[in-house]
T-cell receptor, first 113, second 116 residues
Framework: DAKTTQPPSMDCAEGRAANLPCNHSTISGNEYVYWYRQIHSQGPQYIIHGLKNNETNEMASLIITEDRKSSTLILPHATLRDTAVYYC??????????????FGKGTTLSVSS | DTGVSQDPRHKITKRGQNVTFRCDPI?????LYWYRQTLGQGPEFLTY????????KSRLLSNRFSAERPKGSFSTLEIQRTEQGDSAMYLC??????????????FGPGTRLTVT
């Protein structure tokens, strides 16, 4: 699986957009980009995933560059409850190479009022 | 709430003792995973079940660890002869076949193990 690089920490003011970058310059054509987050003392939570196109759901938007070497997770209006560790994970399709999610250290996002 | 549940939430044990954790996945999910997370690190994969079959094990799962899912529903993770290095959060996750590219996993709250 492709290695990802994320900044260790970011700050965001409440109500503003939080833009979390992820670099995955060695991504292969059949690898998806997944984002999870982990709020303190809870298990990780799935946010969104994508292959090539930008994706949006009720939680966030995922912007993948045309060359797919990087992506940005956007929380459009961050709240205090969005304070968490955000993990960017790159994986091939299910069954092609194991079943595990491979977590790095992620980005700790701190949202303040 | 029909999310993934884990029991106990906290366990303190003395080195050398055996411990067993339980995970109840979301009822219709046939896939179940165990992960371990130490302080400051992301979760690390331990093992995977599809229904009752244990199909994948990480090399982190030493011979002191054993996991079962006897009827394809709940799962147990047992650690024998615990060591201080086993102190960690043990996370269980479940997913349904075919969901969201295969990797939308629903995690439980975890069991925090402290070995003294």
């Amino acid at each position: 699986d492709a290695k990802t690089t994320q900044p260790p920490s970011m700050d965001c003011a409440e109500g503003r957009a939080a833009n979390l970058p992820c670099n995955h310059s060695t991504i292969s054509g059949n690898e998806y980009v997944y984002w999870y987050r982990q709020i303190h003392s809870q298990g990780p939570q799935y946010i969104i995933h994508g292959l090539k196109n930008n994706e949006t759901n009720e939680m966030a938007s995922l912007i993948i560059t045309e060359d797919r070497k990087s992506s940005t997770l956007i929380l459009p209006h961050a709240t205090l409850r969005d304070t968490a560790v955000y993990y960017c994970i790159v994986r091939v399709a299910w069954g092609e190479a194991g079943t595990a999610l491979i977590f790095g250290k992620g980005t700790t996002l701190s949202v303040s009022s | 709430d029909t999310g993934v549940s884990q029991d106990p939430r906290h366990k303190i044990t003395k080195r050398g003792q055996n411990v067993t954790f339980r995970c109840d996945p979301i009822s219709e999910h046939n896939r179940l995973y165990w992960y371990r997370q130490t302080l400051g690190q992301g979760p690390e994969f331990l093992t995977y079940f599809q229904n009752e079959a244990q199909l994948e094990k990480s090399r982190l799962l030493s011979n002191r660890f054993s996991a079962e899912r006897p009827k394809g529903s709940f799962s147990t993770l047992e650690i024998q002869r615990t060591e201080q290095g086993d102190s960690a959060m043990y996370l269980c996750a479940s997913s349904v076949e075919g969901g969201r590219g295969g990797y939308e996993q629903y995690f439980g709250p975890g069991t925090r193990l402290t070995v003294t």
